[in-house]
């Protein structure tokens, strides 16, 4: 059943999960799906469908208990233990992602970057190693990566892609602005920062 | 009414038009509902849900013509036009959004990065003039942009946001992983990087 949830749905958990994590630091103890939904622009009846593919959460008329629903949406979205992550493409993205701190604090654990170009193999990129991409296979062999992230360019990404799922690497992030075709036990997600703008300017142009 | 439509919808009417120009430059001329709904992950019922908030297309049981849908869908995305952006952050963020091509394939125009530190102050970025921060107000009030790019540090982007809200800008990216405040006639949009990564750990974890 799990693998029937949307990508939407997911989102939205992750969402919930940050606003909780809020709350709990802020020593809330109850929520209601009323306030979830508020803070994630949503309505309560989505939050209590979204809530419901995973079995009966919070009490009529109390609410949600913030520690239980945070540990709940963790597991649920599997972030329970440290998974390890390779970037494929030492430019500026994977600089960008390298450094981003949110990762470490979830639980994804950036191993090294990979690259083709001489000058910047043995260099760090943000602390982590860069490595050279003919390295791969007998690197993914050994480390046991979980997830690679391409950050490679669009012309080259489906040839990158093929080449990651055939060292047995099961979850894809693709940043190049392309879309790329992967085999059905492989998950790939693709980052488009113009999709993101294109959010806004569909806000502009129908505002009231 | 345009805006009930959810952000998940929005998303998905840019994968469309993706798809869809896709299949324009290999010279198709119609698509089905169900061709869609498999290059998106989704469901034909839920293609036609989608594009039937904008009006009627296609014909039954011929499909979409895919150069009137794109067209139609890249008018409701409001991408018709040329949309001035502003980045404020000239770090690692910003510098790889500069770069980033797809912007200006779609209309998207970045007109300068801003910061604070006087070593970035007069540079360039990726070929964008990274201007002082203390002339924000000055240069929106002249350039008029449209929307700003927040890649700042997460303990300033509240402070930021309500600076750049002050100016009349009524669109911010937010790419600082933190959730922010804003007056509801501006649309917030916060890119989690995180949230992407969960995504993945998620589908690793409900596999079959």
């Known amino acids: 059943m799990a693998k029937r949830i949307a990508d939407s749905t ?11 994590e809020d709350f709990e630091s802020r020593g809330l ?17 989505q939050v209590r469908k979204d809530l419901s593919f ?3 959460f919070g009490k009529r008329g109390l609410g949600y208990s913030v520690p239980e629903l945070a540990g709940r949406l963790r ?3 599997g972030l329970g233990k440290e998974w390890k992550v390779i970037i494929i493409g030492a430019g500026k993205i994977g600089a960008a992602l390298a450094q ?16 083709a170009n001489e000058e910047k193999i043995g260099r760090k990129l943000e602390g982590i190693p860069v490595r050279d991409i003919t390295q791969l296979e007998r690197d993914v062999r050994q ?13 080259e990404a489906q040839r990158v892609l093929d080449r990651v799922v055939k ?3 099961k979850a894809i992030l693709n940043f190049a602005p392309t879309q790329l ?16 703008l294109e959010g806004l300017s569909y806000a502009l142009t129908n505002r009231d």
Chains 1, 2 share one sequence.
């Open 10 to 20: 997911v989102r939205r958990l992750s969402a919930y999960l940050r606003f909780l």
């Open 29 to 45: 103890e109850t929520i209601s799906s009323e306030e979830l939904a508020q803070r994630g622009g949503t309505t309560s009846a």
């Open 54 to 56: 995973f079995g009966s």
């Open 75 to 77: 597991e649920i979205l």
């Open 100 to 115: 981003y701190r949110g990762f470490r604090q979830r639980g994804f654990l950036i191993l090294a970057a990979y690259d």
């Open 143 to 155: 480390d046991r990566p979980d997830i690679a992230v391409l950050t490679v360019p669009a012309e």
């Open 167 to 169: 060292t047995g690497i």
């Open 181 to 196: 075709q992967a085999p059905a036990d492989v998950t790939v997600k693709t980052v488009n920062m113009a999709m993101e």
